[in-house]
């Protein structure tokens, strides 16, 4: 892995405070996200880490500005960020905001970036109305308009170069992806969530297994426990079903990506078997992937960027 230094110079940043600004975005990402973050440093080609962490910070930053509170103060947080995002990345003057002068940044070096930053907060709205889905449409809603545009903020830095067919099946692939990550997110947030009284499973799904939100806590009785298992394992069948479509997406990027992507892939696959196994346990917290199986995975792909490159010299 280069030094950060190395990291920022590769990718042609040299300015002391674009620097800082960066390095603060780095630590960001690096909190909320280590095991993403880390596949980032160590799988990706070294000049698209600082953009990549750009990207992944500002939609971080965006989701903590809209998802608590009430939805008027929301929107209103909604509407004073998008128009900072905007004048941000496409006015003279830099921000005050250490988070949109970074993502400026990243646009002006990748200005493809600009178009998913617009399409990411116009689908914002559906984050800020967010009172948990009703019905499976209401969550297919959901994904399209809110969490893929969030995940293509880092895909586009991996998307195949090439128009065509090739792009089109990357971004049916990366949909099926984001669908994934979001079921087995909504299943790991599931005790967290039903403590603050919305949850991200269906509504119509929770009741067809006779349970309520209310049900979903630390002191859930057996039945609760033996209903709620029966609903993760179809939740997470479902979430199988999208990772299977999702698992050519190595082959439809360039090789040079292709250990990051696989990494991500395979990673969501632990994360989801974990999930699984804790089944109606899940009232209790979320459920981790074993660490020493992420770091295979992460080393195993680590050697195969290694032989790509090499591959390449």
């Known amino acids: 892995?280069?030094?950060?230094?190395?990291?920022?110079?590769?990718?042609?940043?040299?300015?002391?405070?674009?620097?800082?600004?960066?390095?603060?975005?780095?630590?960001?990402?690096?909190?909320?996200?280590?095991?993403?973050?880390?596949?980032?440093?160590?799988?990706?080609?070294?000049?698209?880490h600082p953009p990549v962490i750009a990207a992944v910070a500002f939609m971080h930053s965006t989701d903590e500005r809209i998802d608590t509170g009430a939805v008027s103060a929301r929107k209103l947080a909604l509407a004073e960020w998008t128009a900072a995002a905007f004048t941000a990345v496409d006015g003279p003057e830099p921000s005050e905001n250490a988070t949109l002068r970074t993502l400026a940044d990243a646009v002006r070096r990748h200005p493809g970036l600009r178009r998913r930053v617009e399409t990411f907060l116009?689908?914002?709205?559906?984050?800020?109305?967010?009172?948990?889905?009703?019905?499976?449409?209401?969550l297919?809603?959901?994904?399209?308009?809110?969490?893929?545009?969030?995940?293509?903020?880092?895909?586009?830095?991996?998307?195949?170069?090439r128009t065509g067919g090739r792009q089109a099946s990357f971004e049916a692939a990366c949909r099926a992806l984001i669908?994934?990550?979001?079921?087995?997110?909504?299943?790991?947030?599931?005790?967290?969530?039903?403590a603050d009284g919305v949850i991200g499973i269906p509504y119509q799904d929770l009741a067809r297994h006779q349970l309520t939100v209310a049900d979903i806590s630390p002191g859930a009785h057996d039945a609760v426990r033996?209903?709620?298992?029966?609903?993760?394992?179809?939740?997470?069948?479902?979430?199988?079903?999208?990772?299977?479509?999702?698992?050519?997406?190595?082959?439809?990027?360039?090789?040079?990506?292709?250990?990051?992507?696989?990494?991500?892939w395979q990673m969501q696959n632990l994360k989801l078997s974990a999930i699984r196994n804790k089944g109606g346990n899940l009232v209790d917290g979320g459920a981790e992937a074993s660490m020493p199986a992420v770091l295979k995975i992460l080393v195993s792909q680590y050697r195969a960027a290694r032989r790509a490159r090499i591959g390449r010299t």
């Open 1 to 48: 892995m280069p030094t950060w230094k190395n990291t920022l110079r590769a990718a042609g940043i040299h300015r002391l405070d674009l620097c800082d600004d960066y390095t603060r975005q780095r630590a960001l990402v690096k909190e909320f996200a280590k095991k993403e973050y880390l596949a980032v440093r160590l799988l990706l080609p070294t000049a698209l």
């Open 122 to 138: 116009d689908g914002s709205h559906l984050e800020v109305d967010y009172t948990g889905h009703a019905t499976e449409q209401d």
């Open 140 to 161: 297919q809603t959901y994904v399209d308009g809110y969490s893929l545009p969030a995940f293509m903020l880092m895909a586009a830095f991996v998307a195949p170069t």
């Open 179 to 194: 669908e994934a990550m979001q079921r087995v997110d909504y299943l790991d947030d599931l005790a967290e969530d039903a």
């Open 226 to 264: 033996r209903s709620l298992t029966g609903l993760v394992h179809e939740q997470a069948d479902l979430a199988q079903d999208q990772l299977h479509a999702a698992g050519r997406l190595p082959q439809l990027v360039e090789p040079e990506m292709r250990p990051f992507v696989t990494a991500l």
